[in-house]
């Protein structure tokens, strides 16, 4: 049952990231306007990168590919995201605090899935 749910949660986490990393290409303009709006620097670049890791490690975790690395990986990308996009103590014309404050929280339930998945493979490698 164990291994089940490990999986389970290793299959939704990657998705999690994988899509959203896709959709970042799909709709560059949107997502080049959200991290504007919330003043980044070298939106293009770190978008781009954004992305790219994000589909990368989606595939890899699917693929049952360097587990820790990615999930760890992610969490730390799910913390700086979080204090950079999701920042609802700061006002920012046309975004919705309230809704920031739910996705910061939601994304504290992603990083402590994250580091959980991590901790399971740890285990299963030694």
Avoid at 12 to 24: D, E, N, S, T
Wanted: aromatic content about 10%; proline content about 2%.
């Amino acid at each position: 049952m164990k291994n089940l749910l490990t999986n389970i949660a290793r299959i939704f986490l990657a998705l999690y990231f994988l899509l959203p990393g896709i959709g970042k290409f799909i709709a560059w303009d949107d997502q080049v306007m959200l991290m504007e709006a919330h003043n980044m620097k070298m939106v293009p670049l770190l978008l781009a990168i954004a992305g790219i890791i994000q589909i990368v490690g989606g595939i890899s975790l699917l693929l049952k590919k360097y587990v820790v690395v990615c999930a760890l990986g992610f969490a730390v990308m799910t913390i700086v995201i979080n204090v950079n996009l999701h920042d609802f103590w700061n006002v920012y014309e046309g975004i919705n605090a309230e809704r920031e404050a739910q996705n910061f929280f939601k994304n504290l339930g992603i990083f402590a899935g994250l580091l959980s998945l991590a901790a399971i493979h740890m285990e299963e490698s030694r």
